[in-house]
C-alpha cells in the first residue's frame, strides 16, 4: 500500500463567497431518482479517447488504480492508470490544457471516465462500516455510516456518462501542484470551491482552474473543487459499464 500523507491547510477568514449559480446545483437525493426514471447502460466505448492521446500534456494520476484514495484499495474496473473521456470532453479538455498551458500550468489529471461497476464498489464500501482505513485522510469529521445518506456515495455518477473529469494544476516552474488548501476525494465543507476559511493564494488557485475550465465550457459542482463536467455532455442518459483500460478504445 502507498504511504499517504495528510495535507495541512492554513486557516483564515478573509476571503467572500461567490455566487452559488455559477455552480451545478447538486442535491443528491433528486440527481439519483432522476437517474433511477432515466438511467440507461452501455457498453459501447466507440465514442471515448484516451487522455493521453487527445491531450498529451496532462499528467495522470489515477487514484482509483492505486490504493491511496478513501476506499483503500485499487477500485474495481479500473484496469489500467489511463483515463479516458469522450471525444467532445477530451477536446474541450485540450482547449483548456492549451490556454492554461500558456500561463505555465499543466493539467493533472485524477479522475475521468469511471466506470458503473467502480460506483458500485463504492456503495459497497460505504455499506461496511467496520472498514476505516482511511477515515482519517478524507473523511476525518464525517462517521461513515453518514456518506451514502449525505451523497457523498450514491448509486449513480455522472463519471459514468464520459464527460466528467477530476483534476488540479501542476506549476511547471515549481515542478509541484498548485497548493487548493485541500486534498482531492476530501469529504467536507473545505473542498467547497467557495470554501472561506483557506489563505487567498489558495482560493486563487482554485479560481484559476474554474474559470479556465468555465471558460471551455464545462460546469463546475459546488460541493468538489476538481470536478467538472462538459456542459453539454453527448450522453447526459447513458450510464457506461466498459472498464479503464486502452483496450476499451482500440480500434
Not at 471525444?87 to 492554461?100: D, N, P, R, T
Not at 488548501?181 to 482552474?209: A, C, V, W
Not at 460541493?223 to 455532455?233: G, K, Q, S, V
Request: contains cysteine; proline residues 5%; charged residues 30%.
Amino acid at each position: 500500500m502507498r504511504n499517504v500523507r495528510e495535507d495541512c491547510v492554513v486557516v483564515i477568514d478573509t476571503l467572500q463567497n461567490i455566487s452559488p449559480d455559477l455552480y451545478e446545483e447538486w442535491d443528491p437525493e433528486n440527481e439519483l431518482a432522476a437517474a433511477e426514471e432515466t438511467v440507461n447502460y452501455s457498453d459501447d466505448s466507440s465514442d471515448f479517447v484516451l487522455l493521453s492521446e487527445a491531450v498529451p500534456d496532462a499528467i495522470l494520476e489515477i487514484r482509483y488504480y492505486s490504493t491511496y484514495n478513501f476506499v483503500g484499495d485499487r477500485i474495481e474496473g479500473y484496469e489500467e492508470p489511463v483515463a479516458l473521456l469522450t471525444k467532445e470532453a477530451a477536446a474541450a479538455l485540450l482547449e483548456v490544457s492549451e490556454e492554461l498551458k500558456e500561463k505555465g500550468y499543466r493539467l493533472k489529471i485524477y479522475d475521468a471516465y469511471r466506470p458503473q461497476m467502480a460506483v458500485t464498489n463504492f456503495v459497497e464500501w460505504a455499506e461496511d462500516t467496520d472498514d476505516t482505513r482511511m477515515k482519517e485522510f478524507f473523511y476525518p469529521d464525517l462517521e461513515k455510516d453518514v456518506l451514502f445518506p449525505q451523497g457523498y456515495i450514491a448509486e449513480h455518477s455522472g463519471h459514468s456518462r464520459g464527460s466528467t473529469v477530476d483534476l488540479t494544476l501542476f506549476d511547471m516552474e515549481t515542478e509541484k501542484e498548485l497548493d487548493m488548501g485541500g486534498t482531492f476525494d476530501f469529504f467536507g465543507e473545505l473542498s467547497h470551491p467557495d470554501y472561506k476559511d483557506i489563505t487567498e493564494e489558495q482560493f486563487n488557485n482554485r479560481m484559476i482552474l474554474r474559470d479556465a475550465m468555465l471558460e471551455h465550457g464545462f460546469r463546475p459542482l459546488e460541493t468538489e473543487w476538481w470536478h467538472f463536467t462538459l456542459d453539454d455532455e453527448p450522453y447526459p442518459d447513458t450510464y457506461f459499464t466498459f472498464p479503464v483500460s486502452s483496450e476499451s478504445v482500440s480500434e
